[in-house]
């Protein structure tokens, strides 16, 4: 049911990028900002961690069934490659429509929240 909320909600509002939400799913009152994606990007990011969910799950596999340590490193670093182009994809989403968005209506403090967000990333 969830799902089809969320695949609703994305219908109606692709046009938008993102906003801030004064209201958390708990009921509290918070303020974090929200982006409903297109069907396309949604659903692309969540094959992406779904594949990458299934790489971590072959690797406590692997841990479990006491694999050879080179063998499990090559695993990690396969979804530390698969981590590193989500990130690509979503930073690059991210620039095209929030970043845009928010500084074509005067929102310059966007991109110190970007520098800030490229710092941590790049770690």
């Known amino acids: 049911m969830k799902d089809a909320e969320n695949k609703k909600a994305r219908e109606i509002n692709?046009?938008?990028a993102c906003k801030a939400?004064?209201?958390c799913k708990?009921?509290?009152?918070?303020c974090h900002k929200t982006k409903i994606r297109q069907e396309k990007e949604y659903n692309d990011l969540i094959h992406r961690l779904n594949r990458i969910e299934g790489q971590?799950?072959?690797i406590k596999g692997m841990v479990e069934e006491e694999r050879y340590c080179?063998?499990?490193l090559v695993q990690v670093a396969a979804v530390n490659?698969?981590?590193n182009s989500f990130n690509k994809v979503l930073l690059a989403s991210h620039i095209r429509s929030c970043v845009v968005d928010?500084?074509?209506a005067g929102r310059e403090e966007t991109i110190d929240e970007l520098v800030e967000t490229l710092q941590k990333v790049m770690k």
């Open 14 to 16: 692709a046009g938008e």
């Open 21 to 23: 939400e004064k209201t």
């Open 26 to 30: 708990a009921g509290k009152d918070c």
């Open 56 to 58: 971590i799950r072959g």
């Open 70 to 72: 080179t063998d499990i």
């Open 81 to 83: 490659a698969a981590l």
């Open 102 to 104: 928010d500084i074509k």
